[in-house]
């Protein structure tokens, strides 16, 4: 499968933002492991490039919020890096010295989002502001404030189009995207099968259709679905992802996030909700 650039709903112009590398800001009390075995150092080797860093989770004013699927910061080797708060895309700018990252010029999308992302994302967006000091665990990144408030990311591998259970959670129009409607947040997901087929939820009935894959567009087959009745804002999505998977569409694969666009520019975009997604930590 051909990979493709990131699908951009509306995003403001990017800004320059983090550096190539963390530098060391510890060391490794002798147990023979070595630094980064089990440490919170961060050595001048371990990469922080090239890595997709899922949010975990932000503790702010001494209050845990579990991140909700899709909150991300990518950094690559030319000193950028793009990420999602949990409903909009972010880019900031950041300066690196030794253990401390300085994020500043934050710019954001401007998509209305439902509680509790809203709060989770008012939360994220507070705690990466400013100087932040990094530290680096078995694969995992913690960023914390002057005020101790902390922002815990992981180290997260791509996910494949096939045996990846993808969860909807966003319809889009053109270059315009919207939240699934309120009340059907994780109701709705797909699962491709290795015997071309798709399955899943559309948000109120099951539904299974024969699919193939070419290149960067496929082509669903018949869909049969359940037949039962919903409630208003249930039915609405089911419609839209049904619209969305008739014939030859074109799909895009950014890491781990799957958007689908039919001829007509209306699609879905959805996120992988493997069990296993966090990456063995580095050696």
Same mark, same amino acid.
């Given at each position: 499968m051909t990979k493709k650039? &990131?699908?951009?709903?509306?995003?403001?112009?990017?800004v320059p933002l983090l550096a190539l590398a963390l530098t060391a800001c510890g060391t490794q009390s002798g147990d023979g492991r070595g630094a980064g075995a089990g440490s919170s150092s961060l050595r001048p080797d371990v990469p922080v490039t090239g890595v997709h860093w899922t949010v975990e989770s932000v503790t702010v004013d001494g209050k845990r919020t579990a991140a909700p699927a899709g909150a991300h910061v990518r950094i690559d080797d030319k000193g950028r890096a793009k990420g999602n708060f949990g409903c909009n895309h972010f880019d900031a700018r950041a300066a690196v010295d030794g253990d401390t990252i300085t994020v500043s010029d934050t710019g954001m999308t401007e998509? !209305?989002? &439902?509680? &509790?992302?809203?709060g989770f994302e008012d939360a994220l967006k507070s705690a990466l502001t400013g100087k932040l000091k990094a530290t680096l665990d078995d694969g995992r990144l913690t960023l914390t404030t002057a005020d101790g408030d902390t922002v815990r990311l992981a180290e997260q591998p791509p996910a494949p189009l096939v045996g990846t259970k993808?969860?909807?959670? #966003?319809? %889009? #129009? !053109?270059?315009?995207? *919207?939240? %699934? &409607?309120? !009340? *059907?947040? !994780?109701?709705?997901?797909?699962?491709?099968?290795k015997d071309d087929s798709v399955r899943g939820s559309l948000g109120c009935n099951q539904f299974s259709a024969p699919v193939?894959?070419?290149? #960067? *567009?496929?082509?669903?087959g018949r869909v *049969?679905?359940?037949r039962k009745l919903c409630a208003g804002p249930q039915m609405e999505l089911e419609r839209a992802l049904l619209e969305a998977m008739k014939g030859k569409v074109t799909y895009v694969i950014d890491h781990r996030t799957l958007t689908v666009t039919a001829p007509d520019a209306a699609g879905f975009a959805a996120g992988a909700q493997n069990a296993a997604t966090t990456a063995p930590p580095r050696k």
């Open positions: 650039q &990131p699908y951009a709903t509306g995003a403001a112009a990017l998509m !209305g989002c &439902p509680e &509790p992302l809203q993808w969860t909807v959670n #966003s319809l %889009v #129009s !053109g270059r315009a995207a *919207t939240p %699934v &409607p309120a !009340g *059907t947040e !994780g109701k709705a997901s797909l699962v491709f099968g193939t894959t070419d290149g #960067s *567009t496929m082509t669903f *049969t679905t359940t």
